[in-house]
């Protein structure tokens, strides 16, 4: 019984070493050791299947504490009663939960198959989850790391798959020393010496990394760019009594930062009130309430609702899209996107014409037609002509598809975003923990305006150099527009990730597979000697 209690207790300490190291909570250097407990639990437990249990533990709970923003929503924008939104929350948990389910068997049984120590085991497993693994909240280990630039540098490199394996590498080593006898030789330690040298080496590269980024940040033309962020909620956005005050809003802290020099406005995702056609062209009349711009000039990138002419219930515009549109000086459109990647339940309803009661309990929940290909915007400005990737929404968070809209060559990332369902959570805080990635993997500045925050400015080696702070729209009396005014550099772009993506998680991937494989044939040849050797026994 009490090494039962002893086994939860660890699992329960690396479930709260694992979210205390991620935003909110911040204490990055908790994930260094985080999954040490885990392990020990994983390679003690009495079967595999008892180490998948004990590792289901520790993810379930450090989901339950990362991901509680979560029920909020289900409550405040869902309108559920919390007897109604626990039970979404705990299957959502029991997913999530599962990647450090799979991670402690996973450990376990090659382990066993193999042998290898934990320092090498830890980061091939989890590697290959993340890599392999679908994610409701897409997300990775690394993310504990994205306020620590020295750290992340090699993500260039590797994606955050590199920064995530150099973290259990490290938590393995550890592990391997705890778990060797006593007294402990030099063969117990190489684990550690070897993720020592690694990390001096991670850091060496780091410090090289961030003073190239500095002197080409130093030497690149920089454009002017004021983000607003309106601090508007969902319901009051889409409420049309309120569509005119919404669009002044927008329009009168864009005219106070176009008085300051901005020579690039960004409003964030669907920040446009009233519903544009598919075909918009040009600005509205000067006489027209639908005029976006009013009172200033300057180019603008924003979100609206786009919908096709003469929609066909059956047609494959029926739905609106989720639209980033491009408008230049003389107020013509020069560039249009459409978000590939929807957010399910919020955008994308699966079986949405087979389950109409979905939207009677989600009644904020709405159905996106979805786009197909990334895109670029052209800006024109005094210092030069550049290309701007626009993402929208958590496509910021997704590596594969920021290396798709790099691959356009654009000179910075615009993400344009609305995280109002959260409110002042560790949501939003956590969105652009994940976004600092794909400014370091491709090495792109990107700008944020989030419609409650957090709008940030962040340079190409993943540094948040400005940012606002999120507030909740329900707050009274409501906060007041927020906006920002940074220089943003034009930049070419790079970084290895761009072009071979993931292929460090792939060979990590297959150099698992093949020493199981290996591991397995050991396996199996010791049985057959074993089991000649017994028949040679009997006849004898």
Known sequence: MRVVGLRFGLSLLAAVLLFSSVPTFGLWPLMWIAVVPELLVALDASTPRRAFFYGWLTGGVAHAAAFYWMDGLLERFGHMAPIESLPIMALLIAYQGLSFAFFSWGVRR???????????????????????????????LAISQAFVPPVIQIADLTGPLGVTA??????????????????RTRAAWRGVAVAGALIVCDLGYGAVRLHQVDARRAAAPKVKTGLVQANVGVIEKWDPQ???????????????????????????????????????????????????????????????VTLAAGRNRRGPDRYPY???????????????????????????????????????????????????????????????????GPLICYEDILPGFARRVARLSPNAFVNITNDAWFGRTAEPYQHLALAVFRAVENRL??????????????????????????????????????????????????????????????????????????????VDAGAGAGATGGAGRTGT
């Open 110 to 140: 090659a382990f066993e198959r193999t042998g290898w120590p934990l320092a090498l085991l830890a980061p091939l497993v989890m590697v290959a989850i993340e890599l392999l693994m679908p994610q409701i909240f897409p997300y990775y």
């Open 166 to 183: 150099l973290l259990m590498l490290t938590g393995g080593a550890l592990a391997d020393v705890v778990r060797a006898p006593r007294p």
């Open 242 to 304: 309120a569509f005119a005050q919404l669009l002044d809003m927008h329009q009168r802290a864009s005219a106070d930062l176009a008085r300051a020099g901005a020579a690039l406005m960004v409003w964030p995702e669907s920040s446009y009130p009233y519903a544009l056609p598919r075909d918009f062209a040009r600005d509205f009349p000067i006489t027209d309430d639908r005029r976006v711009r009013r009172g200033f000039e300057t180019p603008l990138l924003f979100g609206s």
């Open 322 to 388: 989720n639209t980033a549109l491009m408008m230049d000086a003389a107020g013509n459109a020069t560039g249009s996107y459409d978000k590939v990647f929807l957010m399910m339940f919020g955008e994308y309803i699966p079986f949405y014409d087979r389950i109409p009661w979905f939207t009677k309990i989600f009644p904020e929940a709405s159905n996106f037609s979805r786009g197909s290909e990334p895109a670029s915007f052209p800006l024109h400005t005094a210092v030069g002509d550049f290309k701007l």
């Open 445 to 522: 500045e990107m700008v944020r305006a989030v419609n409650t925050g957090v709008s940030a400015h962040i340079d190409a080696a993943g540094r948040v150099l400005a940012q606002t702070e999120s507030v909740d729209p329900d707050d009274i009396p409501p906060a007041p527009p927020k906006t920002l005014l940074v220089d943003l550099a034009m930049l070419p772009g790079g970084g290895l990730y761009r072009h071979v993506g993931d292929l460090f998680g792939l060979l990590c991937l297959a150099f698992l597979i093949a020493g199981l494989l290996r591991g397995r044939g050991q």
